[in-house]
Antibody
């Protein structure tokens, strides 16, 4: 069965970077785009960007341009999302989600809580 | 890229129907039929309820239906049940591989 398993919770200081992983299993990794979504406490879902696991191409939401980097490792079927220059407002749960069909997300990771605090 | 606009909250009694709107622009909702809806219970992972405007994934109740007119999409929940109480988000393709979520709607079952 399809599974997306994310890395554990992180606590970071302002200005630091965080790298969250999302390990996929149960399907052909390179056949489905992967997205990253942020959800701040008590807030809505926010699209961060997309990575094509096949060639590694990416596209990021304008809001995160220059601060986010998405990569993948086809040998381990894992995608990564690195967010730099962290500030308190980046405290959130980050999800990876598999794109299915035209543009919907059929499987989601369990979420990774990143807390930014001095 | 601005978030799609949804009402903050809607409510209904058990058995009633509620409709949630999702308003975008001609660059996103109005230009593509790649519009999906997600249900999220507090503390849980979002769940796909509707894709490509009106299609239901396997296992999703037929009480959930979707439609679109112009720049506005809608999700209707018929025969409202207590378990439907959750947050709902729309998601639209916005061109050049970008996506945009709606602001989210809290559905309350009275």
């Amino acid at each position: 069965q399809v599974q997306l398993v994310q890395s554990g919770a992180e606590v970071k200081k302002p200005g630091a970077s965080v790298k969250v992983s999302c390990k996929a299993s149960g399907y052909t990794f390179i056949s489905y785009y992967m997205h990253w979504v942020r959800q701040a406490p008590g807030q809505g879902l926010e699209w961060m960007g997309i990575i094509n696991p096949s060639g590694g191409s990416t596209n990021y939401a304008q809001k995160f341009q220059g601060r986010v980097t998405m990569t993948r490792d086809t040998s381990t079927n894992t995608v990564y999302m690195e967010l730099s220059s962290l500030r308190s407002e980046d405290t959130a749960v980050f999800y990876c989600a598999r794109q299915w069909g035209g543009s919907s997300y059929d499987y989601w990771g369990q979420g990774t809580l990143v807390t930014v605090s001095s | 890229q601005s978030a799609l606009t949804q009402p903050a909250s809607v409510s209904g009694s058990p058995g009633q129907s509620v409709t949630i709107s999702c308003t975008g622009t001609s660059s996103d909702v109005g230009n593509y039929n790649f519009l999906s809806w997600y249900q999220q219970h507090p503390g849980k992972v979002p769940k796909l309820m509707i894709y490509e405007v009106s299609k239901r994934p396997s296992g999703v109740s037929n009480r959930f239906s979707g439609s679109k007119s112009g720049n506005t999409a809608s999700l209707t929940i018929s025969g409202l049940q207590a378990e439907d109480e959750a947050y709902y988000y729309c998601l639209s393709y916005a061109g050049f591989t970008t996506h945009v979520f709606g602001t989210g709607t809290e559905v309350t079952v009275l």
